[in-house]
């Protein structure tokens, strides 16, 4: 396996369980089945050196032994626990995850708080009363699970509908009467979706560095480009700043906004059906990739919980990245396994 101490670069991988098969929010409990020990055993065979797994997806289901959100139906013990300690034994790290941009949960117990009917997209408005229930949730996964960190998710306010909820909140963060609906401006409206994103963002951030300081901050954004990104201090901010999109351009803008002392990571596998765009084997070689970390994600199959090896294009990029990793632990003659930091 990859990992040797003196070679830092992340190569990670996430076991999708966001997802049924049609393309819609799992079920809760339709992966409940999950194993901890074949889980690990999967990712040591495709050599990385960090699991990204979750700590609630986004039907609102938790993997872990939570006592804020609901737990998943069907899972024997905390899964997420499990996997924390088998993937630090192993030497890896062990990642989290939240997207606050989606609850299935929350949408069915405060209608008059989301954005109804949502299945397969971000529909949370960030306000007050759900933003507590997220961080509540944050606090408790980082000091009851020893998780080096969590990705956060589509970290975007929903187009407001001008709910109650967002009349509400566009009082709070505009500071001023909400003036109706026809008489908000284009402008006024992103700049609500800005004030917004930075809102859920201090108030995330805040949480976790307050648990545990170390507890690393990884971003997942399929726009770094985007306003609602850009016009915020999270870029600056975010530990690991992953720019989920296949076009170059966007990882020059992931470059353009980081921190300095945050890491890049380019997600090179997911999009099953998108072979030229995420063209794995290509993305690896890329010199313009060679300084950044390296992530993948796929949708398990419903009986194995495990990647579907069907010879799809999601399948043939694992199969790149496998052999990348393969050869770059030939490379660096790395007898002793994954390190963790």
């Known amino acids: 396996m990859i990992g040797k101490k003196d070679d830092d670069r992340i190569s990670a991988f996430c076991i ?17 089945t999950a194993r901890a020990e074949e889980h690990l055993k999967w990712y040591q065979e495709l050599g990385v050196n960090t699991i990204q797994s979750f ?9 872990y032994e939570s006592e804020v959100a609901p737990r998943t139906p069907g899972m024997r013990g905390g899964f997420l626990e499990q996997l924390v300690e088998l993937g630090h034994g192993a030497g890896m790290r062990v990642m989290g995850y939240f997207s606050p941009g989606a609850n299935g949960f929350w949408e069915h117990k405060y209608p008059d708080y989301s954005h109804k009917g949502v299945w397969d997209h971000w529909h949370m ?20 699970v020893p998780i080096d960190g969590f ?19 566009y009082e709070e963060l505009m500071d001023a009467p909400f003036p109706g609906a026809a008489a908000v401006s284009s402008e006024e409206r992103e700049e609500f979706k800005v004030r917004a994103t930075q809102r859920a963002w201090d108030r995330i951030h805040r949480v976790a ?8 901050i990884w971003l997942s954004c399929n726009d770094p480009s985007d306003p609602q990104l850009q016009r915020t201090s999270v870029p600056s901010e975010v530990d690991w700043l992953m720019n989920e999109h296949p076009d170059p351009a966007k990882m020059t803008a992931a470059r353009q906004v980081k921190g300095p002392g945050a890491t890049l990571v380019q997600c090179l596998v997911g999009w099953e059906g ?42 043939k990029n694992i199969a790149a990245m496998r052999r990348f990793q393969q050869r770059r632990t030939r490379e660096l003659g790395d007898p002793g396994g994954a390190t963790r930091s």
């Open 125 to 144: 408005p960030f306000t007050t009363k759900y933003l507590g229930y997220v961080c509540s949730m944050i606090d408790e996964a980082v000091r009851a």
């Open 209 to 216: 560095k307050e648990a545990r300081p170390e507890c690393i």
């Open 274 to 315: 998108n072979t030229v765009d995420h063209d794995a084997a290509a993305l690896l070689e890329s010199p313009a990739l060679a300084d950044v970390g390296v992530y993948g994600f796929a949708r398990p199959d419903t009986q194995t919980t495990l990647p579907a090896e069907d010879g799809g294009s999601n399948s």
């Open 16 to 32: 999708d369980f966001n997802w049924d098969l049609l393309g819609r929010f799992a079920s809760p409990g339709l992966y409940a």
């Open 55 to 63: 700590c609630v997806s986004h039907n609102g289901y938790a993997w």
């Open 151 to 169: 990705m956060v998710d589509w970290l975007w306010n929903v187009d407001p509908i001008w709910m109650g909820c967002e009349m509400e909140m």
